[in-house]
């Protein structure tokens, strides 16, 4: 199925047709996810602000998910020469990025209200700062270099490298940690967060994946046109 | 007469050249002692506030002075074609790129860390210290030639070398640096070092089973 899917013909054969639905999807999900979280309740000690969250904890999320699928994608891409695999790991990155860069923007609208400040140097905060560096560093990376092929094989193995160390970031981070509120979604014994709040919490996550597939598909989607007109480019430039 | 294995060759070659080319570790050593003379000099000679704040300004200033040579790593060898000739001799790419950057960090990353302990004392921190600072910048330095080795190789051939290079590498260094500050920090706050000791060996050696692997893709796609 995979090596099925690499040729960019039939994956648009299968992708097109897609993704006016996504979008629509996204849309709604979206839509529906605000209205929940306009009408879900307030916290008794935040307040309204509490409502930053639905924004907040999907991106935050997304931001990690997509690095993984780099990662994944890396992977195919560099050890199967997968050639829709790197265009793949191209297309998300900055979909990842804005993603993450969004994370760090509402915490810090979050954190003023609720710490008082917009930023606090806590483990989680750290390491999110440090996947968007990751996210820069991998997006530099790619523009750097001129030679598609070459810049897909470096990417990759950065992806791949950044995929392996993020955990390990993540742990140094933690272990030098201080003030951020704990996991309260997937911990023992059930979720610590009021279902009123849970709701629309899940709403806003689907709409962020499907958000994002969408994206992905548009992203992916003008990456191949690209390569194709640069391929004609030099086809004409040549003959 | 046995011919020199070609482990040792390669490494007398780099170290050779590493010591003795364009002034050797002591561009890097000159670069470590400058940074650390700044900091009194932005911050202001309090002699609290240096104490608090040695340690970690200074594995600051050794992942700083670690990075700059290693820009050179491998351009020269990959521009005069040295890597081709190299390619064609019994190692794989791996082990080249591996000892490429353990001879880095002899000629470079080991003179930084003996001066490791200097720089600490010099900043504000407890001549006590030294033993464990020296023990702790040999294992950190280790990391950084290895993972900015990394860097090294992915931005051969790119057009904007030393910065991207730095953009690369520099996240990588958290880890060690962590360690290493918050070893350090313990260490003057008469806690426990060995947890952190233990996590900076452990990432060390991640970086030296991690690195050569990746340095080796790199430069294949680098060379091809």
């Known amino acids: ?80 020469r997968h050639a829709l695999a790197d265009a793949a790991a191209k297309a ?15 915490g810090a609208l979050w954190g003023m209200p609720m710490w008082g400040t917009p930023w606090q140097w806590d483990g989680r905060m750290t390491s999110e700062l440090v996947l968007f560096l990751f996210y820069v560093a991998y997006i530099a990376l790619h523009a750097s270099i001129e030679d598609e092929p070459r810049a897909a094989k470096s990417t990759a193995i950065l992806a791949m490298v950044g995929l392996v160390n993020l955990p390990i970031v993540h742990f140094s981070v933690q272990w030098w940690n201080s003030l951020h509120q704990g996991d309260s979604i997937f911990v023992k014994g059930g979720p610590t967060i009021a279902p009123a ?43 | 007469m046995t011919r020199p294995s070609p482990i040792i060759a390669l490494i007398k070659r ?14 890097g050593i000159g670069f470590y002692l400058t940074l650390m003379a700044m900091i009194p000099l932005s911050l202001g000679p309090d002699q609290a506030v240096l104490t608090r704040i040695a340690p970690g300004l200074t594995w600051l200033c050794l992942a700083l002075s670690s990075l700059l040579s290693l820009e050179r790593l491998f351009e020269r060898d990959f521009d005069d074609g040295v890597f081709d000739v190299l390619r064609l001799g019994p190692l794989p790419l791996e ?42 910048a040999l294992l950190g330095s280790l990391s950084f030639a290895f ?8 931005s051969l051939g790119t057009r904007k070398g030393g910065v991207l290079m730095a953009l690369l590498v520099l996240p990588f260094y958290v880890p060690p640096v ?33 690195a050569p692997v990746a340095m080796g893709a790199a430069l294949k796609s680098a060379l091809s």
């Open chain 2, 178 to 210: 962590i360690f290493g500050a918050g070893l350090m920090q313990a260490v003057q706050t008469h806690g426990s070092p060995w947890q952190a000791l233990a996590f900076l060996a452990a990432y060390a050696l991640f970086a030296l089973a991690l």
């Open chain 2, 147 to 154: 993972i900015g080795g990394i860097g090294a190789a992915l």
């Open chain 2, 14 to 27: 780099d170290l050779g050249l590493a010591l003795t080319r364009g002034g050797g570790p002591l561009l």
């Open chain 1, 92 to 106: 998300i990155a900055p979909v990842g990025a804005v993603f993450t860069g969004l994370a760090l923007l509402t």
């Open chain 2, 95 to 136: 082990a080249i790129a591996g000892l490429k950057c353990l001879s880095q960090w002899l000629g470079t990353g080991l003179v930084l860390s003996l001066a490791t302990p200097v720089v600490m004392i010099i900043l504000g921190a407890a001549p006590q210290t030294a033993l464990m600072a020296l023990l702790s």
């Open chain 1, 197 to 239: 709040m849970l709701w629309p919490l899940f709403v806003m996550v689907a709409a962020y994946h499907v958000l994002t597939a969408w994206l992905f598909l548009v992203r992916l989607d003008s990456e191949i046109l690209m390569r194709r007109y640069r391929a004609l480019r030099i086809r004409l430039t040549f003959n």
């Open chain 1, 1 to 80: 199925m995979i090596t099925w899917l690499a040729n960019p013909e039939r994956f648009n054969i299968i992708a097109r047709p897609l993704r006016p639905w996504l979008a629509g999807v996204a849309a709604v999900l979206l839509a529906w996810g605000l209205v929940l979280a306009f009408m879900s309740p307030e916290d008794y000690q935040q307040g309204d602000t509490v409502r930053i969250m639905y924004i907040h904890v999907p991106a935050a999320w997304m931001g990690l998910l997509i690095y993984a699928a780099m990662g994944v994608a890396s992977f195919f891409g560099l050890i199967f």
